[in-house]
């Protein structure tokens, strides 16, 4: 099946740095979402980017879907930007369920 | 994208016991899943809840440990069955948007069941 690897696997930064994720997948996708991982556990999507760019305040992320790869952009990160970072994807080949990546941890420091 | 609510938000049970989690969804959506999360790990999968039908079932999850009901298009329930320490997880709802609903696109999730099974 798809392998969906995400680097780096953790992430230490000083609050307004910038930082870039990267999520790379195996084989032809359909979908694809960026999701953040709150410490109290909840999944919030940031990103529906199945192709292209889109821009949310100091996020943005970028889909390139024929080389394999999408990448996460935060930029002037604050505390509240801690917690795990996924992405999610729905391979071409016959199924419509999201296979997750392997995560990001990210700390932002005071 | 539509709300999921989920019930309850945490619990600690016994061994050998099961938990039924409730997930309700603000409106209709056409697909509902369910998720499993051990400790520092991704989201796996574990079903497909099918309205009025048996749920779909990934591998290594079967039907009499993990029961599924789906009796309409904005309820589900999972239950976790005869529980033992490594069903400790958080569980976790989701439902799928359509592109034609009018709203975000793709999974949108529910806060999350925290279980310790001691």
């Known amino acids: 099946g798809i392998q969906v690897e995400q680097s780096p696997p953790d992430l230490i930064l000083q609050e307004g740095a910038n930082s870039t994720l990267r999520c790379n997948f195996s084989?032809?996708?359909?979908?694809l979402q960026w999701f953040h991982q709150n410490p109290w556990g909840q999944l919030i999507n940031l990103f529906y980017i199945p192709s292209g760019t889109k821009q949310n305040g100091r996020l943005s992320a970028t889909t390139v879907a024929t080389e394999r790869y999408s990448l996460l952009y935060i930029s002037s990160s604050q505390t509240t930007d801690s917690g795990v970072y996924f992405c999610a994807v729905v391979p071409t080949s016959g199924t419509y369920k999201y296979i997750f990546g392997t995560g990001t941890r990210l700390k932002v420091l005071a | 994208s539509a709300v999921i609510s989920q019930k309850p938000s945490r619990d600690i049970c016994q061994r050998g016991t099961s938990l039924t989690i409730q997930c309700q969804v603000d409106s209709q959506v056409t697909m509902m899943f369910w998720y499993r999360q051990q400790p520092g790990q991704s989201l796996t999968l574990i079903a497909t809840?099918?309205?009025?039908?048996?749920?779909?079932?990934e591998s290594g999850f079967v039907i009499d440990k993990f029961p599924i009901s789906r009796p309409n298009l904005t309820f589900s329930t999972l239950t976790v069955s005869n529980m033992s320490p490594e069903d400790s997880s958080i569980y976790l709802c989701s439902g799928k948007e359509t592109l034609t609903s009018g709203r975000t696109p793709g999974q949108f999730f529910g806060p999350g069941t925290r279980l310790t099974v001691l």
């Open positions: 809840a099918n309205q009025g039908s048996e749920a779909t079932y």
């Open positions: 084989d032809s996708v359909n979908n």
